[in-house]
């Protein structure tokens, strides 16, 4: 240790991993005595469903083995508002600087503010390096200096910049770690979850998945679109919590030249795009990017029965469209919903049933264990048509002809609605069309897509341009 390093606080957010990882570099340069710590912030509690809380608790304690592995004390966990833990703990460690990477989400930055000031005070700077993006929210301008509304040429910028390499690999044996004085007593994680949250399995599930034969990362552009084959990369959940970052990815899918490894390459740029957006329009959380839509009557469930009735059955995966429902029971079982559903089943809520995409963003953030405040609003608002670049309102998915494209053979029907098992394929996107209706216990459809597609279009006719 150099005679200058004081020691630091390297603030864990969600960037559970100790490769790649720029902040934690920063925290122990110059040989700095690192105290790595978590806050468990009542807000962000208060506002995460029992999907990510589990998950968060899998990660800690898998962050706190690794650390541990590496012959530290662990990871010290406090519970309070982060300016307030934050000061005690840099007090207590005579830390000058905590280390973090930038969050660029609105209540991430309003909470950075107030940690900021509160160091301040105290003569602790809050330093910031690195994000949990490939290419951080703000890098990128159109021509005209001002954020990109559209994808396609943000992908072309995004791809023109370049992404740095990996960042230097920080040993754990080599640093000298801290632990707080008041340490929080960890709650039990579940046994299922702390195999597979944390870094180490995260790359091992990555590694597979990139170097298996079939239904992996070559026939990703083929599959990626089919819920059935289930070959998508799974990664947005390790991604959430920075268990692996997209540099790492995007370094090691330069080894690749298929169209599958492109195809992925662009998905982690709509990641980045997202998080761009609302870096740019933070009332995105709530309000649509496109203010006319703020006058399309939606039904309101707190005051009408049967709206709330809709809801209800969308949400417990009832609604009597087999795609749509064993979406949102993928969701409810396994936190996870696979994209082509996601947007199937958003665009139902919205289309077919009327009711806010307010609402079933905040179902999915309830659910969902990559529950993304950039990429849920924004997707959600992408389907709704009121978002940047989205999908035109008017284009409604059919979510029969969606179910016969995507799920031709119904295997992923099967899967999660086991009541459907035994009806034929030719019924199975349609159950109520088999003789006798559909099978018991499976209820018939609650609205009629043709009738309800043309209610939206009338309701849209109030908004149009
Ligand atoms: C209504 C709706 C809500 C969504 N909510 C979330 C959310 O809360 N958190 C979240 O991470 N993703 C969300 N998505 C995007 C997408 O559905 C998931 O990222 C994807 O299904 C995760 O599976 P995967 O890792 O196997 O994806 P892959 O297809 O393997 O893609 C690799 C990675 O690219 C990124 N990516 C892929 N598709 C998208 C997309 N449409 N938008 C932004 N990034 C994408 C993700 O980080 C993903 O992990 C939502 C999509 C919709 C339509």
């Not at 934050?86 to 503010?113: C, K, M, N, Q, W």
């Not at 910049?161 to 007593?185: F, I």
């Not at 209800?312 to 396994?334: H, I, K, N, S």
């Amino acid at each position: 240790m150099s005679a200058a390093a004081k020691p630091t606080v390297w603030w864990v957010r969600r960037d559970f991993r100790l490769a790649d990882n720029p902040a934690l570099g920063a925290a122990a340069a110059d040989g700095a005595p690192v105290l790595p710590l978590f806050v468990l912030d009542p807000v962000l509690l208060a506002s995460a469903g029992e999907a990510r809380r589990a998950w968060l608790f899998a990660a800690l304690h898998q962050l706190d083995a690794d650390l541990r592995e590496g012959g530290g004390p662990g990871l010290s966990v406090a519970q309070g508002r982060p300016a307030e833990v934050l000061s005690r703990v840099a007090r207590e460690a005579e830390a000058d600087t905590v280390h973090i990477a930038a969050d660029f989400g609105p209540y991430g930055r309003r909470r950075d503010d107030a940690v900021r000031e509160a160091l301040a005070e105290a003569d602790v700077e809050l330093t910031a390096t690195g994000s949990p993006y490939a290419v951080a929210p703000g890098s990128l301008m159109n021509k005209s200096g001002t954020p990109f509304q559209v994808f396609t040429p943000f992908h072309r910028a995004w791809q023109e910049r370049g992404v740095h390499g990996p960042a230097p690999a920080v040993d754990p044996a080599k640093v000298t770690w801290l632990q707080a004085t008041d340490r929080h007593e960890l709650e039990e994680a579940d046994p299922d979850l702390l195999e597979r949250a944390g870094e180490r399995a995260a790359h091992e599930a990555w590694e597979t998945w990139r170097h298996q034969d079939s239904e992996g990362l070559t026939d990703y552009h083929r599959l990626h679109d089919f819920p059935g084959p289930d070959a998508t990369s799974h990664l947005s959940v390790a991604l959430r919590w920075g268990h692996l970052h997209p540099r790492t990815l995007l370094a090691d899918l330069s080894a690749h030249t298929g169209a599958g490894a492109a195809a992925l390459a662009r998905q982690l740029a709509w990641r980045d795009f997202f998080a761009d957006v609302l870096l740019h329009r933070p009332d995105a959380v709530t309000q649509p990017i496109r203010s006319e839509f703020t006058g399309l009557p939606s039904d309101e469930p707190r005051d009408n029965p049967e709206a709330a009735a809709r809801l209800q059955a969308w949400q417990q995966g009832r609604t009597g469209y087999p795609l749509v429902d064993a979406g949102m029971r993928q969701l409810r079982a396994e936190g996870w919903m696979h994209n082509r559903v996601r947007m199937v089943v958003a665009s139902f809520l919205i289309k077919d049933l009327h009711l806010g995409w307010w609402e079933g963003a905040a179902w999915f953030m309830r659910h969902l264990r990559d529950g993304d405040i950039a990429q849920n609003q924004l997707n959600w608002q992408w389907v709704a048509g009121c978002g940047t670049d989205a999908s035109p309102y008017f284009r409604i998915f059919n979510p029969l002809t969606q179910s016969s494209k995507f799920d031709a053979d119904g295997t992923y029907i099967r899967r999660y609605v086991p009541e459907l098992a035994d009806v034929p394929l030719k019924h199975l996107h349609e159950p109520w069309s088999a003789p006798g209706g559909p099978p018991a216990g499976y209820p018939g459809p609650i609205v009629d897509h043709a009738t309800e597609r043309k209610e939206s279009l009338d309701r849209y006719e109030l908004i149009k341009r």
